[in-house]
């Protein structure tokens, strides 16, 4: 189980933030990990969502607690965990590890750019009075800006209206064959907020279900159709807890679960009759809700 640093309440494993506090979740073992605890430093919103991610994916149980009037996040760890958190940490490509004051281990967001080529902004320009302009503008912003342009982008596109939304959705095709997970989880969650119609995700289900994809794109897709909530988009990833890779065996159980908020205890280990076995009982999930 894991649970709410702010109000305590316990959640299941493949919960990811409590939707009263609207804060991320603890890792298992995180209480433990609070007293005598080890620190990290966050430098950004991205960089904690990053850390975030791959610390649960690597089972390392840890506390985040935002420091008010700041970007900043800390992590706190077991001293005994310190060395596991730096090494996936350090795996991360778009983590950039560094020293804090006091020596405290920090780790900032960084996404390369393509040879250079396009400028990174660090601020959103004055928007054109033309909404459709204005539109052009904050999708440049979306995709050139810095993290935390791209996450003010994003939020004022989804408050766009429809020409924003299919501009969210343009971009986060776009950002999921570049692999880039950070930008896919900020425009994923500004288009959870708003009345998404499951095909228009079609494109990131046919990632997923893509047998030709690279492993780490399907991944990433599978990731972010989780954070959605939406029962309907399960059905077409049903069959893919008996794909041939157990990593997208696994990502694919995890995404139902976070998708119909059930969990029946799949083992992407199985044996593939024994897999093949849980194809009824999903299907059964998703009629009595109505998918």
């Known amino acids: 189980m894991k649970s709410c640093p702010k109000c305590a309440q316990e959640f299941e494993d493949f919960a990811s933030d409590c939707p009263d ?3 991320p979740l603890a890792a298992p073992g995180a209480a433990a990990a609070a007293s005598g605890s080890a620190m990290f ?3 950004d919103a991205m ?3 990053v850390a975030r991610e791959a610390l649960m994916d690597a089972e390392v149980a840890f506390l985040p607690r935002s420091i008010p009037g700041t970007p900043l996040t800390q992590f706190l760890f ?3 965990d310190t060395d596991r958190a730096h090494e996936v940490l350090r795996a991360q490509r778009s983590l950039r590890a560094g020293t804090g004051g006091e020596g405290v281990p920090t780790y900032a967001f960084q996404e390369p750019e393509a040879d250079g080529a396009d400028a990174v902004w660090s601020t959103i320009p004055a928007l054109p009075r033309d909404p459709g302009e204005a539109v052009v503008v904050l999708a440049e912003a979306l995709r050139r800006g810095a993290p935390a342009v791209r996450a003010t982008a994003a939020a004022r596109l989804a408050a766009a209206g429809r020409p924003g939304l299919d501009a969210l959705l343009a971009a986060l095709t776009e950002f999921l064959d570049q692999n880039k997970d950070a930008a ?3 425009v994923a969650r500004e288009l959870r907020e708003r ?3 499951p095909s228009a995700l079609q494109s990131v289900i046919d990632v997923a279900r893509s047998a030709t994809a690279p492993l780490e794109r399907r991944l990433l897709a599978l990731h972010a159709l989780g954070r959605f909530e939406l029962p309907k988009l399960a059905r077409p990833l049903i069959e893919l807890i008996d794909d041939p890779s157990p990593e ?3 990502a694919a159980d995890e995404t139902l679960c976070c998708l119909t908020d059930e969990d029946l205890g799949f083992d992407p280990h199985l044996a593939s009759d024994e897999r093949r076995a849980f194809v009824p ?6 009629r009595r809700l109505g998918a």
């Open 195 to 197: 009345s998404i119609d």
């Open 41 to 43: 430093l966050m430098a």
């Open 248 to 250: 997208i065996r696994e």
């Open 184 to 186: 896919v989880f900020a």
């Open 78 to 80: 077991d001293p005994a």
């Open 281 to 286: 009982k999903w299907d059964a999930v998703l």
């Open 21 to 23: 506090c609207e804060v």
């Open 47 to 49: 960089a904690a969502t």
